[in-house]
C-alpha cells in the first residue's frame, strides 16, 4: 500500500493550494482517510478526515471554512482545497488511511494504518 501526496508549494497568503494524495497498491480505502500537518518543532496534528462515501468530514477548528477534504473513490484520490491561507498554515502535510471500520472518524495518529511521505506547504506573508 502506498500513498503518494503531492500539491505542495510557496503561496503568499490569501492564497489557495489544492493538496492530492493517491493511493496504489490495493483497493482505495474502505473507511476514512485524513490529512495531518506538522510545523517544525511541532507535534503532528490533524487537519481533516473523510469517511469512505464522503458523507462524513471531520475539520481542524483552525482551518474550518477554509479548508475542504473531499475523495474521488474511481480516482483512489482524496484531496484537500486549502483557501484563504495564512502563515500559520506552513506546515509538512501528511495523508493517512485507515482501512478498519471504528465506529466515528478517525482523528489521531495512531488511528491511522497508512502514511504518505508528505509535502511541503510554505506561505509567506
Known amino acids: 500500500v502506498q500513498l503518494q501526496a503531492s500539491g505542495g508549494g510557496l503561496v503568499q497568503a490569501g492564497g489557495s493550494l489544492r493538496l492530492s494524495c493517491a493511493t496504489s497498491g490495493r483497493t482505495f480505502s474502505r473507511y476514512a482517510m485524513g490529512w495531518f500537518r506538522q510545523a517544525p518543532g511541532k507535534e503532528r496534528d490533524i487537519v481533516a478526515a473523510i469517511s469512505w462515501s464522503g458523507g462524513s468530514t471531520y475539520y481542524a477548528e483552525s482551518v474550518k471554512g477554509r479548508f475542504t477534504i473531499s475523495r474521488d473513490n474511481a480516482k483512489n484520490t482524496v484531496y484537500l482545497q486549502m483557501n484563504s491561507l495564512k502563515p500559520e498554515d506552513t506546515a509538512v502535510y501528511y495523508c493517512?488511511?485507515?482501512?478498519?471500520?471504528?465506529?466515528?472518524?478517525?482523528?489521531?495518529?495512531?488511528?491511522?494504518?497508512?502514511w504518505g511521505q508528505g509535502t511541503q506547504v510554505t506561505v509567506s506573508s
Open positions: 493517512a488511511d485507515r482501512s478498519r471500520g471504528l465506529g466515528r472518524l478517525p482523528t489521531r495518529q495512531y488511528e491511522y494504518d497508512y
